[in-house]
């Protein structure tokens, strides 16, 4: 599904070539994939809230490169993790993106994925992506 109450940012120094302070926070119960019962069922798979954040220290931008991985902690269901997120920067004349995507498994935080009576169980792989929008002030 896809949640657009996504409350975030980071800081982007001047020159272009710094980033820190990256956060974003995810109210689990506003995902919607068209299905009501599959929403509320994700809220509470994953807990309230999923949060992406990097500590205040600086990762320089390479601009020469088109991909950076930047290690981030990622809280679900209460367990933090570091993991490592493949991003990308683009910087405009008013605003500076950064779009993100990691692959992780429900089970590194403790989540017991459901299943039906073996009809369908799901995947302990999950995609998790973010795309961020600042104005640079």
């Given at each position: ?37 599959r929403d509320s069922d994700v809220a509470k798979l994953l807990g309230d ?8 220290d600086l990762v320089r931008i390479d601009t020469s490169k088109e991909k ?70």
């Amino acid at each position: 599904g896809v949640n657009k109450s996504v409350v975030g940012g980071f800081e982007f120094s001047s020159d272009g070539q710094k980033l820190s302070n990256l956060s974003a926070t995810v109210d689990t119960k506003k995902f919607d994939s068209k299905s009501k019962k599959r929403d509320s069922d994700v809220a509470k798979l994953l807990g309230d809230k999923i949060t992406i954040k990097r500590k205040a220290d600086l990762v320089r931008i390479d601009t020469s490169k088109e991909k950076l991985v930047i290690p981030l902690t990622l809280t679900i269901n209460n367990v933090s993790k570091e993991i490592n997120f493949d991003t990308s920067f683009t910087v405009e004349e008013k605003t500076a993106k950064i779009k993100g995507s990691a692959s992780i498994k429900l089970s590194d935080f403790d989540i017991v994925r459901p299943s039906l009576l073996g009809i369908y169980t799901v995947s302990d792989e999950l995609e998790v992506k973010f795309d961020i929008t600042a104005l640079i002030k």
